[in-house]
């Protein structure tokens, strides 16, 4: 099992920065993709950006060049720099750690953070 805890999200303007940060309960190694997740009312949950163990990234479209993933193998903790923030970017941001264990994939989610973006 791993415990996923974010934190971070809130109200800001549109062109201001936010940080989110998640937590895990285990080694950050023991978990092969990391990554963060939003979903907006009335939409579907959607990709934002995934880092994996060996330090990979990859963003959808919608947040490249704006938004920046990253991990702090010591303190257990996947982080997402959200710059240039837009009203469209408003959503619950999720957390997300996926690990394989031979043909087998366990996901893991965490609760959710909220993240406003005025206008």
């Known amino acids: 099992q791993v415990q996923l805890v974010e934190s971070g999200g809130g109200l800001v303007q549109a062109g201001g920065s936010l940080r989110l940060s998640c937590a895990t309960s285990?080694?950050?190694?023991?978990?092969?993709?990391m990554g963060w997740y939003r979903q907006a009312p009335g939409k579907q949950r959607e990709l934002v950006a995934t880092?994996?163990?060996?330090?990979?990234?990859n963003y959808a479209d919608f947040v490249r060049g704006r938004f920046t993933i990253s991990r702090d193998n010591v303190k257990n903790t996947v982080s997402l720099q959200m710059n240039s923030l837009k009203p469209e970017d408003t959503a619950v941001y999720y957390c997300?750690?996926?690990?394989?264990?031979?043909?087998?994939?366990?996901?893991?989610w965490g609760q959710g953070t909220q993240v406003t973006v005025s206008s």
């Open positions: 285990r080694s950050i190694f023991s978990i092969n993709t």
């Open positions: 997300n750690g996926e690990i394989v264990l031979g043909l087998s994939t366990y996901e893991y």
């Open positions: 880092i994996t163990s060996s330090g990979s990234r």
